[in-house]
């Protein structure tokens, strides 16, 4: 896929009909979802526990955009290769899961996916200054990871901050947690290319009625476009 900043929405399935993956997200990427993003957790780096490489080979055969895997687990290396088989586009993990987080990196591009680094809250931005030649997404988080539906923390110098650092790469800047029409206009501003939302997208819609689905993705879209003219 082309390389290019225009604002785009991923839509994560953990707000998704759980007994209805395969059609959630058909619907989703029907009504204008760029990418799908996919959190995995393992409830030892974050007290949840979700999907795991046979559930995100699942999901694989019906996402037809980007396929957009955040890891919330440690260790990492053992299921890289997993992942990958899994057919997985990007693969992102957190900077405190890696004790050799370059060489995580290198690994997840060797297994011919895109590599993300993920950044919590209070997680400085200096980690991925040395990084920036093995990256291809940096995912700034502005809740605390580990539940969907959580209010959105400011951090907008910081993501500025990350734009600017960046500079001319081929490096997308995504912000996770609490986006919505509110939040979206915030980030973007400060030089957000990927939005993840999910409860703000799936909210009101189904399967039957996905034009619900649209209608909310448009609203996030335009908050965040407008900011930007």
Same mark, same amino acid.
């Given at each position: 896929?082309?390389?290019?900043?225009?604002?785009?929405?991923?839509?994560?399935?953990?707000?998704?009909?759980?007994?209805?993956?395969?059609?959630?997200?058909?619907?989703?990427?029907?009504?204008?979802?760029?990418?799908?993003?996919?959190?995995?957790?393992?409830?030892?780096?974050?007290?949840?526990?979700?999907?795991?490489? =046979?559930?995100? /080979? !699942? +999901?694989?055969?019906?996402? &037809?955009?980007?396929?957009?895997? @955040?890891?919330?687990?440690? #260790?990492?290396? =053992?299921?890289? /290769? !997993? +992942?990958?088989?899994?057919? &997985?586009?990007?693969?992102?993990? @957190?900077?405190?899961?890696? #004790?050799?987080?370059?060489?995580?990196?290198?690994?997840?591009?060797?297994?011919?996916?895109?590599?993300?680094?993920?950044?919590?809250?209070?997680?400085?931005?200096?980690?991925?200054?040395?990084?920036?030649?093995?990256?291809?997404?940096?995912?700034?988080?502005?809740?605390?990871?580990?539940?969907?539906?959580?209010?959105?923390?400011?951090?907008?110098?910081?993501?500025?901050?990350?734009?600017?650092?960046?500079?001319?790469?081929?490096?997308?800047?995504?912000?996770?947690?609490?986006?919505?029409?509110?939040?979206?206009?915030?980030?973007?501003?400060?030089?957000?290319?990927?939005?993840?939302?999910?409860?703000?997208?799936?909210?009101?819609?189904?399967?039957?009625?996905?034009?619900?689905?649209?209608?909310?993705?448009?609203?996030?879209?335009?908050?965040?476009?407008?900011?930007?003219?």
């Amino acid at each position: 896929m082309t390389f290019n900043r225009k604002i785009k929405i991923a839509a994560s399935i953990l707000s998704a009909d759980f007994a209805n993956f395969g059609h959630e997200i058909r619907a989703v990427e029907s009504q204008g979802a760029d990418w799908i993003h996919i959190d995995v957790m393992d409830g030892h780096f974050v007290p949840n526990l979700t999907f795991g490489p =046979p559930a995100v /080979a !699942a +999901f694989r055969k019906h996402v &037809t955009t980007m396929m957009d895997v @955040h890891l919330m687990i440690a #260790p990492v290396d =053992p299921y890289i /290769a !997993a +992942f990958a088989n899994a057919g &997985t586009d990007i693969l992102t993990t @957190h900077f405190e899961a890696c #004790p050799h987080i370059h060489r995580t990196l290198q690994a997840i591009r060797d297994a011919g996916m895109k590599a993300g680094l993920a950044l919590n809250p209070g997680t400085p931005t200096c980690v991925a200054s040395n990084l920036l030649d093995q990256l291809d997404l940096i995912c700034v988080m502005t809740v605390n990871p580990g539940y969907s539906g959580q209010k959105y923390i400011n951090l907008g110098p910081k993501i500025n901050e990350l734009r600017s650092m960046i500079g001319d790469r081929p490096i997308h800047l995504e912000v996770d947690g609490g986006i919505d029409e509110k939040t979206a206009p915030i980030v973007a501003r400060e030089g957000a290319d990927v939005l993840v939302s999910g409860s703000a997208i799936f909210h009101g819609g189904t399967v039957d009625h996905p034009e619900v689905y649209g209608e909310n993705i448009r609203v996030i879209r335009s908050a965040a476009e407008s900011a930007l003219q």
